[in-house]
């Protein structure tokens, strides 16, 4: 069956606690395992708790995903790990436009009207290994309420597109 058409989690995991998840991550982080995580909206296809937030922690190399779960967005996790994820400079302004294809240029618009008009939205970078990916490539999967969601796979990480989207998604931009 279509991932993205069958509500919930495909996956099974443990459930911890916020310090638990930032220390396991942290610790993969240290030991140089593959890992990488999600924030699942409240509406999100893949929450196993829709209404609140579930920080979704997968370690791929150790064959285990932990869950936390928020009644808010869990912003400071969020940004704890990201830069470990995708580098120092996940958030920094670069310069706009270079290096991104229509296609890109058509998703981040999309986002930017939604979030104009005041519309939930959120993304998900799927790494090749990611549990919620059946494509095995870097797969980027947006959410925005009332549309179906929109799907881009790539080659390699698109650093520069998910680093607009980012900035897009913590108000920076
Ligand atoms: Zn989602
Ligand atoms: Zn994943």
Redesign the pocket.
Known sequence: MCQSCQPGLPLSFETVEEAGIVAAATAAHGRGEAWHFHV??PN???NPRPGGYTFLLELTDAGRALCAFYPDKPTAVNKQLLPLLHGADALAAKPPGAGLEAEDEALLAAIEAAARAGSAW?H?MMFPACGLNPSGKWRLFV?IDGKAPATRDYDSEPSLVLNRIERLYFGLS
């Open positions: 699942l909206a999100c296809t893949f959120h998900h959410e």
